[in-house]
């Protein structure tokens, strides 16, 4: 069984910045494509950005793209989002999760999900 940790979230003004890691267990890391998901209050969980497994492509949403960026280090089988830029509307519980395959948008696509780790951003 995958475990997956999210942390760094926190409390920030807009247009700070805050990093989110999620670090993995388990062996085999390099051999899924991870992402990360946001689910505010009230609304759906949406697809912010993912990774490949080698980390060579990546892919954002519309509305993260130039702002975040997502990374991965599959040495130490943790996976990065950097948020720059940060909005009120950014504000969401943060999700890291695994999947098979790479820029999958749906979550239900997905086989591994972490617990989630609050971001909230002040106006």
């Known amino acids: 069984q995958r475990q997956l940790v999210e942390s760094g979230g926190g409390l920030v003004q807009a247009g700070g910045s805050l990093r989110l890691s999620c670090a993995a267990s388990?062996?085999?890391?390099?051999?899924?494509?991870m992402s990360w998901f946001r689910q505010a209050p009230g609304k759906e969980r949406e697809f912010v950005a993912s990774?490949?497994?080698?980390?060579?492509?990546?892919y954002y949403t519309d509305a993260v793209k130039g702002r975040f960026t997502i990374s991965r280090d599959n040495a130490k089988s943790t996976v990065y989002l950097q948020m720059n830029i940060l909005k009120p509307e950014d504000t969401a519980v943060y999700y890291c999760?695994?999947?098979?395959?790479?820029?999958?948008?749906?979550?239900?696509?997905?086989?591994?999900w972490g617990q989630g780790t609050q971001v909230t951003v002040s106006s």
């Open positions: 999760a695994a999947a098979g395959s790479f820029a999958q948008i749906d979550a239900r696509s997905y086989i591994y």
């Open positions: 388990g062996r085999t890391f390099s051999s899924y494509a």
């Open positions: 990774i490949s497994g080698s980390g060579s492509r990546t």
